[in-house]
């Protein structure tokens, strides 16, 4: 759709108070100082002072080729276990090794080479980026002409062109631009996500380079900072014909922002490259490391100690039994020929053999610890990713906003979520407001509901509210047949159709929505095709007001330098009228206010002012008093419906105040000190005061789709849930009861200052005594709050609680002294809200409640404000919303909606915990059962130091017979379906209290491994040592004995695999009886190479097992044993002490579930419920001992 701006239109003079020029000031001093160094000479090609600077190529690549090898290889060897792997692969080459160097080797080169190619690809796609970035095209102005450059080829001082939807491909100072005044619009999405377009302007000197000729004689110099990483500051001067102009953010065009809504712009290069703000920005998000992966590292540990353990028993009794084969001068095992052995068998130095031994059994036994393990479950959580990113039910339509896991190595941590902590606007809202109500003169306007009132209504089950709230049905009727408008859903026939003309304060009602309509910095678009006017706003809320204003009949239409026009309707007829502005004093989150100063036809000066209720009214001129409290008793209706709220005012200036405001102000807007912002807010405090009282405005933010249904299943799943949001306390408590994270019946602990007493002591202005009593005040509440949740009366009611606290309590309850306290009420209250919160306040929360809790943390958000709460988090979820991708480039997670939230994680968390805890028992069980096999023959041989096994049969255990069913099992196992997953909620649970990988569970897995050795062991070894084994009467041998071993050993681990599986696709199927089929293909094929090559295993299965019933016999026997402890303690748990999930299959093969499309409501059994409710109250004490 093709938009055009109104030509010819110059926007400068408005935006920061260009149009009065500012002189040189002793400001710029800090120029040519440390920090403030970098000299541009403009237009001059041949000056040597730009080599000096770095060029504009970029590589955002981790490795070059140089360096790819050794610091990948730095990377892999961070881990001990690999370390380990790489000792005893050096190790090998001795004649300590019990085994060939080359069958260590192959599977360390296999994991390590795996990683690193994983990593090259990554990188190499990172270079193709670089590459493309760098090879793109830009207009380079040399030799009186423009001509095309590649990206990389810029330096400091070249001039260039860019064109319309084109990025800038270095830091710029804009010169000039296809608009006459030199202003241009830009987008900065890759920069701070932001989707509004941001407005530049350039001097007025170099605005007039309109053409490619006029900058034949362009000359000028630029001293500005060094390279800095600040995106929302630039310091420096412009000297041009002996002239210095101080340059600011305004003339400043950053990196990759794109060029919009103008045809072309001319400019300078002042930073290139890695200089640029935004290479200066990129730096690596903190590093975040899931539970169960700090857990992992220590199960490795206990596995290390267990290999030197066992390592040290073999070397003291190898020790023992070597010193007693010495007897008077005599072998005892003359049959070894110690006198032709070497060191590692003496009896003559029995401890320096020991001790050799002692390192051949660290490498004998390495096989303990998983080599694969660390690879394994990257491709693992990958694939996992690859699940969440494709999954179609939480996937936004209307936005085309799949979910995004931007990181893999989080995803079990979905699955043990402890509290949720959440921003509202935006996240829970939709960020989209509309205009509903206002409040004008004392008299409220505006019919309908809101969200937040029909659930207040509900709650108290009142039938009708008062008339200012209601419309009779002709209204209604009347409401449904307008034409729906974005950012508009007001309704009043007092108001609409130009009604306002017959109430009594209609003087009242035409200042406060021109107000609206003028004091703002909207832009108006006209659509070629259709003729609509719309508007383009730095927010959602001046979109609605401007909105607003047209739809009563003040409808701004065009802006330019100095003035703003509106089509007014006056007696029915619709007139143009033009205001002159003047200044503008812009918004900011400290001011919270915003003032224009115009002048109206009549040639009055006036001051337009809107701003939150707790600043304006403190502005307020006597004359407003008699309005004042009817007006914040609208507001305060307005917040219990959960609607936004902004007061409206102005003020006529006298010609003689204003021209000495004037000079004052301007000289704080020129000046370049440190406290430049505060000299503005102090002049902006000088004229901002008298204001006279129109009324206020109410927005409704609407609750996103989905969002109580939410949060209720997440509150039913036992996470905890806390909001913060900077809203009032009575919108945050109403919003909280309509997105159901607060219950009727909920007991309430308000935690506040609003009390008389200290209202009493801030009219002293004492700031020591305020904060004494403040603080005071606070410990008070929450003891009480303590007390009432201790009271044994609530306790055996079981009533549920709900902690509220406000902004000015939380800076002292977030004090070291207070911190523990308030954590310790909040953590045991079933939802928290924390009102008129600051961006750093939450990011305070969520540390406290991370640290103090030690458990999973997950912060959701969608704006700029939350980055610093996600990125204390666990988890930071980013929503793709209305304010940009800021949050989410700083996230874990990103989704479109809320909603999601409960399929992210109940679903996918749940799966996605249980598979990786599986996964990892696994992993050490059959190791452990491997390793041990090996140590029983150890002690059986007496610890002579030979391995059980073929050097290959070890080589390949962990990388082809036994890796991939691991694999599959980590992305497909499901212990019930999705739809299960969400009916019954609970579930949940077995994550948050982590009872598949616990120390018990870890452990029992570890034992079951060592009972599954003795078992493969001592049946293999008593059923066949002493009987023959062939038919020929041979007996077994140490190659048949090693081969029947390790198929036991095969079909154990797989077996095991294949019981622990609770669903079943035939991609694992194909994995574990593919596994132990290739183990048999393996062995044929490898006994077929030459005896030097294959050693043992020469012919050993098609000549001797294979033919031999009682290898088949014994290996049935041997793996049916194996899998009969683990089978008989599964049968006995299921029945006995069933787990959460089990007591769901069970009824659904009883019959209890059938599966349908539509998820039903459904409770767990009682005692499943009992024993979670039990497990929970046990966790909640532990909490508080420590």
């Known amino acids: 759709m093709a938009f055009k701006r109104h030509e010819r239109v110059q926007f400068s003079k408005i935006y920061s108070l260009s149009c009065l020029r500012p002189s040189r000031s002793d400001e710029h001093g800090q120029i040519g100082q440390k920090g403030y160094s970098r000299v541009v000479y403009c237009n001059d090609p041949d000056n040597l002072e730009a080599v000096r600077y770095r060029g504009n190529y970029v590589s955002t690549t981790k490795y070059t080729a140089v360096n790819f090898i050794p610091k990948s290889l730095f990377e892999q060897f961070r881990r001990v276990a690999n370390i ?8 090998s080459f001795s004649p300590l090794a019990p085994f060939q160097a080359s069958s260590i080797l192959f599977p360390l080169l296999f994991v390590i080479g795996a990683t690193m190619a994983k990593e090259g690809v990554e990188d190499w796609r990172r270079r193709k980026q670089d590459i493309k970035a760098n090879n793109r095209k830009i207009h380079v102005y040399k030799d009186h002409s423009f001509s095309e450059r590649k990206w990389k080829d810029l330096r400091v001082g070249d001039l260039v062109k860019v064109y319309k939807d084109e990025y800038f491909p270095a830091d710029l100072l804009l010169l000039s631009s296809s608009y006459p005044d030199g202003i241009c619009y830009v987008e900065t999405m890759n920069l701070d996500g932001e989707t509004n377009l ?25 001293k500005c900072e060094d390279p800095n990483e600040d995106l929302y500051s630039f310091v420096g001067n ?31 290069v002042i930073f290139t490259g890695h200089d640029t703000k935004v290479m200066q920005n990129a730096t690596d998000p903190p590093s975040k490391r899931s539970k169960i992966e700090r857990r992992m590292d220590k199960i490795i540990y206990v596995l290390f100690s267990t290999l030197i353990s066992i390592s040290f028993i073999g070397s003291i009794f190898f020790g023992i039994r070597t010193n007693r084969d010495l007897n008077h001068g005599s072998y005892q095992r003359w049959y070894l020929e ?128 008062d008339d200012a709230n209601t419309s009779n049905v002709s209204d209604g009727q009347t409401v449904k047949s307008r034409k729906s408008i974005k950012g508009f859903n007001f309704w009043d026939e007092r108001i609409m159709d130009g009604q306002w003309v017959n109430e009594p304060n209609s003087d009242s009602i035409q200042k406060f ?147 000495t405001w004037h000079d004052e102000f301007l000289a704080a807007k020129t000046s370049v000190s440190v406290d430049r912002d505060s000299l503005v807010d102090a002049a902006a405090e000088k004229i901002e005061r008298d204001l006279i009282l129109l009324g206020s405005t109410a927005v409704e933010d609407k609750l996103q789709k989905g969002v109580p249904e939410c949060i209720e299943k997440l509150s039913n799943a036992g996470i905890k849930i806390w909001v913060l949001t900077g809203d009032k306390m009575e919108t945050a408590i109403n919003i909280g009861y309509a997105c159901r994270l607060l219950a009727q019946g909920m007991k309430q602990i308000v935690i506040t200052l609003d009390s008389p007493d200290i209202k009493a002591l801030e009219k002293q202005t004492d700031r020591d005594a305020i904060a004494k009593a403040s603080r005071e005040s606070i410990r008070k509440q929450l003891e009480e709050g303590r007390s009432q949740l201790d009271s044994p009366k609530n306790k055996s009611s079981s009533v549920l609680f709900a902690l509220i606290i406000d902004g000015r309590s939380l800076t002292f309850a977030l004090e070291k002294n207070l911190e523990g306290l308030f954590l310790d009420v909040a953590t045991d209250c079933s939802s928290v809200i924390c009102c008129r919160s600051s961006p750093k306040q939450k990011a305070l929360v969520t540390k406290m409640v991370k640290e103090g809790t030690r458990k999973t943390t ?73 390793g041990f ?95 023959a084994f062939r038919d020929d009467g041979h007996v077994i041998d140490y190659e048949i004995l090693g081969v029947l071993m390790y198929t036991c050993v095969v079909w154990a681990v797989n077996c095991q695999m294949a019981l622990s599986i609770n669903y079943f696709t035939w991609i694992q199927h194909f994995f574990i009886w593919g596994s132990i089929f290739f183990w048999y293909v393996f062995l044929v094929i490898y006994g077929y190479l030459k005896p030097e090559w294959s050693t043992t295993a020469y012919r050993v299965f098609v000549e001797a097992c294979a033919p031999s019933p009682f290898y088949w016999m014994t290996t049935f026997l041997v793996v049916a044993s194996t899998l009969l402890p683990y089978f008989m303690y599964r049968a006995f748990q299921t029945r006995f002490h069933p787990m959460y999930h089990d007591e769901i299959l069970r009824r659904r093969s009883e019959g209890g579930e059938v599966e349908t499309s539509q998820t039903t409501p459904a409770e767990l059994p009682d005692r499943v419920k009992d024993k979670m409710d039990h497990l929970s109250e046990r966790m909640k004490h532990s909490h508080r001992e420590i």
């Not at 007025?204 to 110099?221: G, N, W």
């Not at 309005?627 to 200036?653: F, S």
């Open 933 to 1027: 096999t090996l140590f029983w023959f150890e002690a059986h041989a007496s610890f002579s130091g030979q391995p059980a096994y073929n050097d290959w049969y070890m080589s390949f255990y962990n990388v082809f017979f036994t890796s991939l069913p691991v694999i599959a099992l980590g992305v497909f196992d499901q212990d019930v379906s999705a739809r299960l997953c969400l009916k019954y909620p609970r579930l949940y649970q077995e994550g948050v209290q982590n009872i598949l990988f616990n120390w018990p569970r870890i452990l029992g897995w570890m034992f079951n491994g060592v009972l599954s050795s003795m078992i493969i062991f001592f049946i293999c070894k008593n059923s066949t040592i002493h009987q």
């Open 513 to 659: 929505f021109r107000v609206l309509a003028i004091c703002h910095t909207a832009i108006p678009e006209v659509n070629k095709d259709t003729g609509e006017l719309s508007y383009e706003a730095e927010s959602p809320d001046e979109a609605a007001f401007v909105i607003a204003a047209k739809e009563v009949g003040f409808e701004f239409f065009q802006r330019t330098q100095t003035h703003i026009s509106l089509h007014e309707c006056e007696n029915g007829k619709k007139i143009d009228r033009s205001y002159e502005l003047l200044d503008m004093i812009e918004f900011s989150s400290a001011r919270k206010r915003m003032s224009v100063i115009i002048r109206n036809a009549e040639n009055q000066l006036l001051l337009l002012c809107k701003g939150a209720d707790s600043v304006m009214f403190d502005k307020l001129s006597k004359q407003s008093q008699p309005l004042e409290d009817q007006t914040k008793n609208h507001i305060n209706k307005y917040a219990e419906a959960g609607l936004r709220t902004l007061v409206i005012a102005y003020r006529p200036l006298d010609e003689v105040e204003y021209k």
């Open 238 to 268: 412009l000297c041009h014909n002996n002239n210095q102009h101080p340059l600011s953010l305004q003339q400043f065009l950053l990196r990759d922002s794109k060029l919009r809504n103008t045809e072309y712009v001319y400019g300078v």
């Open 198 to 222: 941001k407005l530049k302007h350039a001097f007025d000197f170099t605005a007039s380079l309109q053409d490619d000729d006029s900058f034949q004689q362009f000359k000028a110099v630029v």
């Open 858 to 930: 997950l912060a959701i958000g969608d704006g700029a404000n939350d980055v610093g709460m996600l990125q204390e988090a666990d988890i930071g979820v980013g929503i793709s919303g209305a304010e940009g991708m800021q949050a989410v480039m700083a996230s874990d997670f990103a989704i479109a909606q809320f909603r999601f939230l409960e399929r992210l994680l109940l679903v996918h968390g749940h799966w996605c915990y249980r598979r990786i805890a599986m996964m990892i028992r696994y992993f050490f069980y059959k190791n452990i059962t491997f």
């Open 84 to 91: 380990y792997f790489l000792v005893v692969a050096c190790v």
């Open 338 to 465: 110690p006198s032709r052995t070497t060191a590692l068998y003496d009896p003559k130095r029995p401890g320096l053999a020991a001790f050799l031994h002692f390192l051949t059994g660290l490498m004998l036994y390495g096989y303990l610890i998983p080599i694969s393990l660390y690879v394994s479950i990257e491709m693992v959580k990958v694939l996992q990713s690859i699940f969440i990113n494709q999954d179609l039910d939480m996937y936004h339509e209307e936005t085309n906003r799949p979910a995004r896991a931007r990181t893999s190595n989080l995803n079990e941590e979905l699955g043990q979520v402890d509290t949720i902590l959440s921003d509202k606007t935006g996240t829970l809202t939709c960020n989209s407001m509309e205009f509903v109500k206002c409040s004008i003169a004392g008299v409220s306007y505006g019919r309908g509901l809101t969200e937040v009132e029909l659930a207040l209504a509900k709650r108290k089950n009142v039938d009708q509210l």
